[in-house]
């Protein structure tokens, strides 16, 4: 994926410990699943990609709704034996995996790594979308709260962090984890 800067690359390149399928399509489980080598956690991926790329833009609750309200409705996933079904069976003829960052043929090391977790297994959910800027972020909660009134930014900011608490509220209900990854830039 030489060259590519789409997220979905970004996740390839960044998911290279252990197995990797996409699930990208309609019905789908998570953009990408992935059984990290190590540790056997098995992560749901969600991607969505961000509105702007301007280094203005601001936060946005509105950005992630999409993508967590997706991450939220196929937690139904969680039950393994029905993932476990679905994984075997892809939709497509060749459905895009790789292992240990090598493109595969199939699923079948993927789901031989599913087979290997047992109860000790993490799970986690995973949301990517870039719209929020980490150097913003850690702005507007090192000095947003400073201010007698609240400024936009920081609403939005309070909007965005209750949406997400009530997605890992939700996620943390059936046994997973919820991780946000955002902008470093």
Known sequence: MDGDKS????????YKDGHLICDDQSGETA??????ASSRT???????????????????????EVVIGQAVKNLIWMDFTA????????PIEE??????????SDRSAFLAAFDRRDA??????????PHVREAHYKHLHENGLDHEQISEDTL?????????????????????DLFIIGSSD
Do not use: M, Y
């Open 42 to 64: 098995l992560s749901f991926i969600h991607v969505k990609k961000s509105g702007s790329s301007s280094e203005q833009r601001k936060i946005s609750a509105s950005a992630h």
């Open 31 to 36: 953009d990408f699943l992935h059984i990290s």
């Open 7 to 14: 997220l979905f690359a970004w996740v390839v390149e960044n």
């Open 156 to 176: 939005r900011l309070h909007l965005l962090e209750g949406l997400l608490n009530a997605a890992r509220s939700t996620t943390t209900s059936v046994g997973a």
């Open 95 to 104: 459905p895009a995996c790789w292992n240990s960052g090598v493109k595969g």
């Open 120 to 129: 000790t297994s993490r799970t986690e959910i995973i949301i990517v979308q």
């Open 83 to 90: 993932l476990r079904t679905r994984l075997e069976s892809p």
